[in-house]
């Protein structure tokens, strides 16, 4: 068996490294954030101190994707999740009365999940982390940089290890980066001569503003995530009696940028009627603000061969895309699954291993990214045009462009509305949705007899007015 480090002990560093020594490898994890996991939940929400996850107390969405490998992987750590008061939420039991189609189908278990505050899955999932045998977690780690070891393979530099910032050298058979949207293993592996990490990155072009409520939790009347003019709304269940309301805008949107206070804030969710009661509880934060979100990818590969063996990017260090659809830690997770899977086949053949991981990544995670990005750009181009006055475009590829039509056909076709579901929980790709026999072509047909109408809430001019002058505190 091998000897493996595991930079970075957020959820997705942690279940791979739960995920790895279970399959017998020595796991050391290194995480810089020197706080331990806390006595209880409540210390968690209140006082964890957690700066190297930028979205920490932000709102949080736990997808089905991520359910399911809890489930299948580590069903006690689902179990504590549950235990911990994350609520079960089955999508497919909103299922629309305009469907006449109410036979079940297989993939419905797969379409629940046991969704939780974010501090609230880092609580569990770190606490069974901390009881594996094979893997040591170190808090309070930096690392400054790798270590060079000898060619597996010509021109391919090997990394055999990483030096931690008070100059301990750890060597291992495989370095797994899992540090997040900061990761800077592209640097590291410049210092150590390694060609070019082939990088893309844009602004997502939105701006967050969230806040956190508690009481009886509100009932889920549209979709978690609403697009309504030049707003979008996302409402999402936590646990404990908790749910989280955000608003979301284009970045250049100055005149909405008073979202930020709160007054102005409630006005302009009590003016979307199918989200209005989500304000019935009681904050428990102020407006939460975040921006600057970075839609990145990143390929280890130059010119055909890898940059680099005996490392691995897992989950937001290899791409990273706009939170508000919650695919980080789903997405993450299942690349540590099949990080897992390349490990047991491959890791004896350092320069295969690489060559492997880029092809399972390219062909299992990078379609979910481009389809991520395509859904960002759309929504911006859309929230542009209606801030101009202008006529939205039309869909620039066709991953944005069948979204409006799926979502148009769910509300009257069983087999539309689970596919949505796959998608939009990251089960199944849209290329492998719409593949299905006779499903594009019926999308295609029911959106263009049941247009989907437009979410109710202020217009442009509504909502400038409701930003100006709040109605109440």
Not at 201 to 215: C, L, P, V
Not at 348 to 369: K, N, S
Not at 422 to 432: D, H, K, N, S
Request: aromatic share 6%; hydrophobic share 40%.
């Amino acid at each position: 068996m091998a000897n493996i480090i595991v930079l970075g002990g957020g959820v997705c560093g942690l279940t791979a490294g739960m995920l790895l020594s279970r399959d017998g490898h020595d796991v050391t994890l290194l995480e810089r954030d020197s706080a331990p996991v806390p006595a209880s939940l409540d210390e968690a929400w209140e006082r964890w101190d957690r700066d190297g996850v930028t979205q920490f107390r932000q709102a949080h969405y736990v997808q089905p994707r991520a359910s399911d490998v809890l489930r299948t992987e580590l069903p006690e750590v689902f179990d504590a999740l549950v235990d911990a008061g994350a609520v079960l939420v089955s999508l497919v039991e909103r299922l629309p009365p305009t469907i006449a189609d109410r036979e079940p189908r297989p993939v419905d278990q797969r379409l629940v999940t046991a969704t939780a505050r974010r501090t609230t899955v880092e609580h569990v999932v770190g606490t069974a982390a901390d009881k594996e045998p094979r893997l040591d977690v170190r808090r309070g780690v930096g690392v400054d940089g790798l270590l060079n070891g000898s060619s597996a393979a010509p021109g391919i530099p090997h990394i055999r290890g990483v030096r931690t910032e008070d100059g301990e050298e750890l060597e291992a058979d495989l370095v797994v980066d899992a540090m997040g949207r900061r990761s800077t293993l592209p640097k590291w592996l410049d210092r150590a001569g390694c060609a070019p990490v082939h990088e893309e990155a844009e602004d997502s072009g939105f701006i967050y503003y969230s806040r956190f409520f508690e009481g009886e939790l509100p009932e889920i009347r549209a979709p978690m995530l609403s697009p309504i003019g030049s707003i979008s709304v996302l409402t999402l269940p936590g646990d404990d009696g908790t749910w989280s309301v955000t608003l979301f805008i284009s970045s250049g949107d100055q005149q909405l940028k008073q979202l930020r206070h709160p007054a102005p804030w409630r006005a302009a969710v009590r003016a979307c009627p199918l989200q209005a009661h989500w304000l019935d509880g009681e904050p428990i934060t102020e407006i939460l603000s975040m921006g600057g979100v970075i839609d990145r990818y990143r390929r280890f590969v130059a010119d055909g061969r890898p940059v680099a063996s005996g490392v691995a990017a897992l989950a937001d260090a290899w791409a990273c895309t706009n939170p508000s659809l919650g695919r980080g830690i789903a997405l993450g997770m299942a690349h540590a699954v099949k990080l897992r899977d390349v490990v047991r086949d491959e890791l004896d053949d350092p320069v295969g291993f690489a060559e492997a991981w880029d092809e399972v990544t390219e062909r299992e995670l990078t379609p979910w990214y481009r389809s991520t990005v395509a859904g960002d750009r759309a929504r911006l181009a859309e929230i542009e045009a209606l801030r101009n006055g202008v006529e939205p475009p039309g869909p620039a590829d066709f991953r944005a462009g069948l979204k409006p039509a799926i979502e148009a056909a769910a509300a009257h076709d069983a087999d539309a509305f689970r596919g949505l579901l796959e998608i939009m929980g990251c089960l199944t790709p849209p290329e492998e949705v719409f593949a299905r026999p006779g499903l594009l072509d019926k999308v295609v047909t029911l959106a263009e007899e049941h247009p989907r109408a437009p979410f109710p809430g202020p217009s442009r001019e509504d909502l400038l007015r409701l930003v100006a002058e709040p109605a109440g505190a």
